[in-house]
């Protein structure tokens, strides 16, 4: 089967950090683009970062440019996310997802469950 597994999140104070983990079970990685997404309570979903297994290249959004990191690692098939500088805005559930057609893809085949970032005060 299939599967993408998230782990690493909880509740963080402003300005703290998390570090997220994306594990993939029943395929590797390779070739693969892994991407995170997140969405808070009442938004869209949004991208919020992605990165090539063909080339290691990683994009970010503009709303957390310098403040996340996307790593992998090939030999655990695990990407991770490194979040640092947390704001409350970046409350939300976050989601790893992969496709075959990388990262500009408007479409994602495999999705994991989600887990919950809190930031506050």
């Known amino acids: 089967e299939v599967q993408l597994v998230e782990s690493g999140g909880g509740l963080v104070q402003v300005g703290g950090s998390l570090s997220l983990s994306c594990a993939g079970f029943?395929?590797?990685?390779?070739?693969?683009?892994i991407g995170w997404f997140r969405q808070a309570p009442g938004k869209e979903r949004e991208g919020v970062s992605c990165?090539?297994?063909?080339?290691?290249?990683?994009q970010y959004a503009d709303s957390i440019k310098g403040r996340f990191t996307i790593s992998s690692d090939n030999a655990k098939n695990m990407v991770y996310l490194q979040m640092n500088s947390l704001k409350p805005e970046d409350t939300a559930v976050y989601y790893c997802?992969?496709?075959?057609?990388?990262?500009?893809?408007?479409?994602?085949?495999?999705w994991g469950q989600g887990i919950q970032v809190i930031v506050s005060y």
């Open positions: 990165i090539s297994r063909s080339d290691g290249r990683a």
């Open positions: 997802a992969a496709n075959l057609r990388g990262c500009t893809s408007p479409t994602w085949d495999t």
């Open positions: 029943g395929f590797t990685f390779d070739d693969y683009a």
